[in-house]
């Protein structure tokens, strides 16, 4: 079956005073992985519920192929959707949960059986095909959830924050899972999240929104090196956002261009020669810091008052072991990593 | 001196903790205990010993007899049951979608209509069943209005009969049959009910596939209450049933008063009892039946 692109156009959706959708356009490419990602509140649930028919827009279109969805019902838009808290029909057994949309469509009952079987062997629970749902553990609800959602192969899936419940380990092993899933089987996938590494992770592109609006879409690649805003720097991973006043260029004259800038943590050196002839320095106070593990984390108090956060890796520690809180350091970055952010309205 | 080992002695103080802690706990339901057999279980021992006595005071089975044996008694039974499942059966038609209705609206929208729904509660059942009484009789609210809108010619005979005493007893059942049916509606994980929609169930679907069988908890404790409570009811089929409607309460009740025959009416009360026990035991296996698969209603 062929992929089917989503497109949004000027879809807005208020509730009361609050807007939850700001007029959101987007358009989701056939059998693309988009994450809708954001805090709390930024509309990536109430998009997706859109997107599955749960809650009706004010106004905008909702296009999936050629079809205009916008008013159909839910049962008729042919969706298959993970919800966060599994949402397993209690009283039937696994395979009977994975069989229940091959019922409805009136499959065979010895084919709905098959194929509902080949569903659960796919994500590696055929052998709890007749376990009650309440013997299963989370991570097991959640493959049961998938299974249930693929078995009638539907043209679009979403997916609003399927791991959420899950631990670490599990989160991320399934992570892999559910993309390849997706490689697999080629279908649309809409995914909410709130966890920023679960997006880069898995998506093709990554939505960030906040306040009702797409800030950006772009690749993950993209989306963590090239922000657009001090929204989206700071929503992926340790961003300093930093006035230019408060740097100097590495020759120590002061900083040339717009007032702020983004530097990554990782990306600070306390050594100047690991940097290019361009970049930037800063000087501060030591806050505190750690060692943890992999890296030493610093908060470097800026004489602003603002603090920023260094994070050196520990296989080349540059003299960490020896820093004390309370000593004065400079940190550099060179000026492939220094991004410029446009001025924002807000 | 013997050396006691410190960790077999620690066993055992953890042991008699654990017994000290059963018992605390049956001491709080001592109380009920007591009140249950003093008020309970003692009458209906003393009712067991009287069905088996005569008038004068020696022990006879002769009450039973002339009980099993009576048409009068097995015409009692069904007509009770005939009402009970009647009652049950109008509650379920017109519960269920009230349930519904109140699960699926705001909830504070719920919690008014809620108390609406308790309010006839809070009123004597007599004054409610007079009530009914004013409105069905063939002078009353209901045959004037079906008349002016010449909807019938003749009064409809509304009471007095097998239908008014059921339309007093429906009345008084709907809210215990509703408060259980919604609660369990309300527990329902409303992400079930969109999973289920987007796999491509209608509304009716739903309903039946998903929505029902996870209320069934509260439907089946509302029909518990619903069936038994209405198996002893005495005042509604005494007021609306106007002698036409002789359910075992009414049997026994006349018993008393016209014969003074505390035998056969204690007898009568003992058959009531086991009626009841027999409904709650079917009610029960239906229920194992349902979820032979076990665990799911946990």
Redesign the interface.
């Known amino acids: 079956m062929t992929p089917l692109p989503i497109t949004i156009e000027t879809l807005r959706k208020t509730y009361g005073e609050f807007t939850a959708l700001d007029d959101v356009s987007l358009r989701i490419l056939p059998g693309e992985f988009l994450t809708l990602l954001g805090p709390s509140g930024s509309g990536k649930t109430t998009l997706l519920m859109a997107l599955a028919g749960f809650t009706r827009p004010d106004s905008g279109r909702i296009v999936i192929g050629d079809r205009d969805v916008t008013r159909l019902a839910p049962n008729k838009r042919d969706i298959g959707i993970v919800f966060q808290n599994y949402a397993l029909f209690p009283h039937m057994s696994v395979r009977e949960n994975v069989e229940y949309p091959l019922k409805i469509r009136k499959v065979p009952r010895r084919e709905a059986r098959d194929r509902a079987m080949a569903a659960l062997e796919r994500v590696k629970l055929g052998a709890f095909a007749d376990r009650d749902i309440a013997a299963l553990s989370g991570g097991q609800r959640q493959r049961v959830a998938l299974a249930r959602a693929i078995v009638y192969e539907p043209r679009i899936m979403l997916m609003d924050e399927p791991l959420s419940a899950l631990d670490k380990n599990l989160r991320e092993h399934m992570q892999f899972e559910i993309r390849r899933l997706h490689d697999d089987l080629g279908i649309t996938t809409v995914y909410v999240t709130h966890d920023q590494r679960e997006a880069l992770t898995m998506s093709d592109r990554i939505a960030v929104m906040s306040a009702g609006r797409i800030q950006q879409i772009d690749a993950p690649q993209e989306i963590y090196h090239r922000p657009r805003s001090a929204f989206v720097a700071g929503f992926m991973g340790e961003a300093n956002i930093l006035a230019a006043t408060d740097c100097r260029a590495l020759d120590g004259r002061p900083m040339q261009g717009p007032h702020r800038v983004m530097v990554r943590a990782e990306n600070f050196h306390l050594d100047r020669s690991a940097c290019g002839p361009e970049g930037l320095s800063l000087g501060g106070r030591i806050a505190a810091i750690a060692f943890r593990g992999e890296n030493w984390l610093i908060h470097l108090a800026l004489a602003s008052g603002q603090e920023v956060m260094l994070s050196i890796p520990s296989r080349q520690s540059e003299g960490c072991e020896s820093l004390k809180p309370g000593q004065d350091i400079t940190a550099h970055a060179d000026a492939n990593h220094v991004h410029f952010l446009a001025e924002e309205a807000a | 001196m013997t050396r006691i080992d410190p960790a077999v002695s620690a066993t055992a103080d953890l042991r008699r903790d654990l017994r000290r802690e059963t018992a605390f706990f049956l001491s709080l339901s001592l109380p009920a205990l007591v009140l249950v057999g003093l008020c309970a279980m003692l009458p209906i021992l003393w009712i067991l010993r009287q069905s088996f006595l005569t008038l004068r005071g020696t022990y006879t089975l002769s009450n039973w007899e002339k009980l099993l044996s009576s048409d009068l008694t097995w015409r009692a039974i069904w007509s009770t049951v005939e009402l009970s499942a009647g009652t049950l059966v109008l509650c379920c038609i017109l519960g269920l979608p009230l349930a519904l209705a109140l699960a699926s609206a705001p909830q504070k929208l719920a919690n008014r209509l809620l108390v609406l729904l308790m309010l006839p509660l809070w009123t004597s059942i007599l004054v409610r069943t007079y009530g009914w009484l004013v409105l069905l009789r063939r002078d009353g609210l209901v045959n004037q209005g079906l008349q002016s809108i010449g909807l019938t010619d003749t009064p409809l005979a509304l009471v007095y009969n097998f239908t008014g005493t059921l339309i007093g007893m429906v009345h008084f059942m709907l809210p215990l049959f509703v408060l259980p049916t919604y609660a369990a509606l309300r527990d329902i994980?409303h992400?079930?009910i969109?999973?289920?929609?987007?796999?491509?169930?209608?509304l009716p679907?739903t309903l039946v596939?998903?929505v029902l069988?996870?209320a069934?908890g509260g439907i089946r404790s509302g029909s518990m209450i619903v069936f038994i409570y209405t198996l002893g009811f005495f005042i509604t089929p005494a007021i609306l049933g106007g002698g036409q409607v002789n359910p075992i309460a009414i049997r026994i009740e006349r018993t008393l008063s016209t014969f003074q025959n505390w035998g056969a009416a204690s007898a009568l009360g003992i058959l009531l009892l086991l009626l009841v026990a027999l409904a709650a035991a079917l009610l029960v296996g239906v229920r194992h039946l349902l979820s032979r698969?076990?665990?799911?209603?946990?």
């Open positions: 994980d992400n079930t969109r999973a289920s929609a987007s796999m491509g169930a209608s679907r596939s998903v069988p996870l069934a698969r076990g665990g799911h209603h946990a």
